[in-house]
């Protein structure tokens, strides 16, 4: 449906500021972060690249602890030692990250 109508209203300045923050945060526009919010729709904040950067680490090791119950499965000792030992070298190495 085609947008045809506009909203006016008065807000203070510390207002402006706060829902401009809050919109960018949403990487949505001034105009559809103020329509979800009146109309109690969904509104996601866009992820940091440090979430990214989280999000396709924890991906990996999902990948990776699928893979050592894979092998578990077939009895592959020797690959699920690998895989188990790879597995937490990666989570050893991001948590010294965290470290500093």
Aim: aromatic share 6%.
């Amino acid at each position: 449906m085609k947008k045809t109508q506009t909203l006016k209203f008065r807000i203070t300045p510390l207002e402006d500021k706060i829902i401009r923050m809050k919109a960018e945060n949403s990487g949505l526009s001034l105009s559809e972060f103020l329509r979800r919010t009146a109309l109690d729709l969904e509104i996601k904040n866009k992820l940091t690249e440090d979430e990214i950067i989280c999000y396709k680490n924890l991906s990996k090791y999902s990948d990776n602890f699928r893979r050592i119950s894979n092998l578990f499965k077939q009895g592959n000792v020797t690959g699920m030692k690998c895989e188990t030992m790879e597995t937490s070298r990666l989570i050893r190495e991001h948590l010294e990250k965290l470290k500093k």
